[in-house]
């Protein structure tokens, strides 16, 4: 692998981008509220990656940017860029299904193990999976074997979160740390000097595996708000590991709504904070902890091109989140033949975009943010 340079995301995908809340950074696409109407969308609801209505607000929106650039010239077909079989391999059979495309999906993860590809046929089309980035060169061809070509009725959607940025089993790490970090400054700035780093940490760890997930929902504001609740002292960690593991508390709302109805105990310093929380949960808001996730942009966006030009790959994969030069390289020769290129992320627009008070002190969202860009 070498260091290709520094680069911006939207180099090759542009303003083509939506983030957890589905709403287009292009500002030339219909806002969710004006989509709704046409896809069945209930009022309220922001659907997530997997779900049948996620699918029809990205189909939706593929069509109204392919009319954009292509006036009268439809989308035949479907070209898709992941990292994980489940949740990218969901919303690709959802989104060619909603859009009536057949489609062509590449699921990448660097891996140990000698180079490996498999092709799973499914309805509509197949997955290509591969435990190497580079493959993705092989996945190329694959498409024209098949008659699939990336050409203008081609839409070409590219995962932004471990795929084009952070590629997974290579420098998905990174993005990990990242987030733990911001984690740690959210709860330490909001407890102070009762901040203790060790129980913390012991916290974090002990909750943020598979066994706790249907408790956490694998969800990270729920983590921070977990870690910021136990570390005030209001539970004990190996008292609520108890009452998860013995099915007495069954999962984050619960546990919550348990924390409001004793909130008067809660240091007055946190109470306003739980109180948004809480009201953020109520309303189905799937990423409640909006002052972790304002953390994470600025621990993310710090770890973005801050190495030196002349570093190591080896020290760029370790240290700093970088852009993957062979999804860099295919979405920019898929482009030049003409296809709409799209980016999703399923991470927050509170942890993707800056707020107005950073915009104006010249913070850029991550897709325009540089960094290095590296592979083979």
């Not at 932004?160 to 420098?171: I, S, Y």
């Not at 943020?208 to 910021?228: E, G, M």
């Not at 062979?326 to 942890?351: H, M, N, T, Y």
Request: hydrophobic share 40%; proline share 5%.
């Amino acid at each position: 692998m070498q260091n290709y340079g520094r680069a911006r995301l939207s180099e090759f995908l542009d303003d083509r981008i939506v983030y957890r809340n589905l709403v287009p950074a292009d500002q030339r696409l219909p806002a969710l509220a004006q989509i709704r109407p046409h896809v069945g969308l209930a009022e309220g609801l922001v659907p997530r990656k997997s779900e049948e209505s996620y699918a029809r607000v990205i189909a939706y929106l593929l069509q109204q940017a392919r009319a954009l650039d292509r006036p009268g010239i439809p989308i035949e077909r479907l070209i898709y860029v992941g990292d994980t079989r489940l949740n990218d391999g969901s919303a690709f059979a959802n989104i060619c299904r909603s859009g009536g495309w057949p489609g062509l999906a590449f699921i990448g993860s660097e891996r140990d193990a000698l180079p490996q590809v498999e092709v799973v046929e499914q309805a509509g089309g197949a997955l290509f999976l591969a435990n190497r980035w580079s493959a993705l060169h092989d996945f190329d061809r694959f498409c024209q074997e098949r008659h699939h070509p990336a050409d203008e009725r081609a839409a070409v959607i590219v995962d932004l979160d471990k795929t084009a940025l952070g590629a997974r089993g290579r420098n998905d790490r990174v993005i990990d740390a990242a987030r733990v970090d911001a984690v740690r400054l959210t709860v330490s700035d909001l407890l102070g000097d009762s901040f203790d780093p060790g129980s913390f940490q012991a916290a974090y760890d002990r909750l943020n595996q598979p066994q706790f997930h249907p408790f956490t929902s694998d969800n990270q504001d729920y983590l921070a708000y977990i870690c910021l609740v136990l570390g005030s002292g209001l539970y004990a960690l190996e008292w609520l590991a108890g009452e998860v593991q013995a099915g007495r508390i069954t999962g984050f709302p619960q546990f919550i709504a348990g924390v409001d109805a004793r909130a008067a105990e809660l240091p007055p310093s946190l109470r306003e904070i739980h109180a948004g929380i809480y009201a953020n949960v109520q309303q189905g808001d799937p990423t409640p902890f909006k002052e972790f996730r304002y953390n994470e942009y600025l621990t993310t966006t710090a770890r973005m091109g801050h190495m030196a030009d002349g570093a190591s790959v080896r020290d760029l994969l370790a240290g700093e989140i970088v852009i993957t030069q062979e999804v860099r390289q295919i979405a920019q020769s898929l482009a030049g033949r003409g296809a709409l290129l799209f980016g999703l992320s399923d991470k927050p627009d509170e942890a993707s975009i800056p707020s107005r008070e950073q915009a104006a002190r010249g913070c850029l969202p991550i897709h325009r943010l540089e960094t290095h860009a590296v592979g083979t």
